[in-house]
C-alpha cells in the first residue's frame, strides 16, 4: 500500500513558471526522497532531506519537509519543457532501507 | 561510474510460465531492491538483498523470489505467471547505509499474455 499520496495528481504549467509539489505521508521516517520519471522509464533521484532538515537546494529544486504534518513539497523553479515528467516522493520509515513511494504528480511543462 | 542495467530491457511471457530478470548494481554497491510498477498500484516494494541476505521483504505472494550473488548483481524470479504480474520491474541499486539513497535501472517492461 502506498504510504505517501501526492497532491496534485496533475499539473500543467507554462515553460519559465515555478511547479509546486506535495507529499504527505503517515509514519515516522529516516529520509525523505524525490524521484522524477520520463514516461515508462527508470526512477531518476532528485533530491534526499534527512528528517532533521527542513529545507534543501539543488540547482532548481527546493525541497522542504515538516515531520510536524508529515508532509513535504517540491517546488522546481524556472521549469522547462524538459521537465515534463512524473514526480514521485518516497520515505523510509525508521524500520528499514525500505521505500514507500507516493502516487506520483504528472508534470506536463508547456513550451 | 557506470549505472544500474537491467536485463531484459523487455519480455513477454505467457501465463504459468516462470520469469528472471537481472539486475547490475552501481559498483561498490551492495543493496538491491526489487519494485513492481502498475497503472493500478504504483511503485510497491517486492524486496531487498543487502551482502546476499534478503533484508527486507513486501507483501508479494511466494511466486515472486529473489537472490543476490557474491558480486551483488540481482536477480529476481516470477513463477506461474498470472497476467496481473504485466508491470514495469525496477531495480534500485544503493550502498545499503543510511540515509538509503536509492539509484534505479531503466527497468523490465514484463508482459503476460
Known amino acids: 500500500s502506498q504510504q505517501g499520496e501526492e497532491d496534485p495528481q496533475a499539473l500543467s504549467i507554462q515553460e519559465g513558471e515555478n511547479a509546486t509539489m506535495n507529499c504527505s505521508y503517515k509514519?515516522?521516517?529516516?529520509?525523505l526522497q524525490w524521484y522524477r520519471q520520463n514516461s515508462g522509464r527508470g526512477l531518476v533521484h532528485l533530491i534526499l532531506?534527512?528528517?532533521?532538515?527542513r529545507e534543501k537546494h539543488s540547482g532548481r529544486l527546493r525541497v522542504t519537509l515538516d515531520t510536524s504534518k508529515k508532509s513535504s513539497s517540491l517546488l522546481i523553479t524556472a521549469s522547462r519543457a524538459a521537465d515534463t515528467a512524473s514526480y514521485f516522493c518516497?520515505?523510509?520509515?525508521?524500520?528499514?532501507?525500505?521505500?514507500?513511494f507516493g502516487e506520483g504528480t504528472q508534470l506536463t511543462v508547456n513550451p | 561510474k557506470a549505472g544500474v542495467t537491467q536485463t531484459p530491457r523487455y519480455l513477454i511471457k505467457t501465463r504459468g510460465q516462470q520469469v528472471t530478470l537481472s539486475c547490475s548494481p552501481i559498483?561498490?554497491?551492495?543493496?538491491v531492491s526489487w519494485y513492481q510498477q502498475t497503472p493500478g498500484q504504483g511503485l510497491q516494494f517486492l524486496f531487498e538483498?543487502?551482502?546476499?541476505?534478503?533484508?527486507n521483504k513486501g507483501n508479494f505472494p511466494g511466486r515472486f523470489s529473489g537472490r543476490q550473488f557474491s558480486n551483488s548483481r540481482s536477480e529476481m524470479n516470477v513463477s506461474t505467471l498470472e497476467l496481473g504480474d504485466s508491470a514495469l520491474y525496477l531495480c534500485?541499486?544503493?550502498?545499503?547505509?543510511?540515509?538509503?539513497?536509492?539509484?534505479f535501472g531503466p527497468g523490465t517492461r514484463l508482459t503476460v499474455t
Open positions: 534500485a541499486s544503493s550502498t545499503g547505509l543510511v540515509p538509503y539513497e536509492q539509484y
Open positions: 509514519t515516522s521516517i529516516n529520509n
Open positions: 532531506i534527512r528528517s532533521n532538515e
Open positions: 518516497a520515505t523510509d520509515e525508521t524500520s528499514g532501507s525500505r521505500l514507500t
Open positions: 559498483s561498490g554497491h551492495r543493496s
Open positions: 538483498y543487502f551482502s546476499e541476505t534478503q533484508r
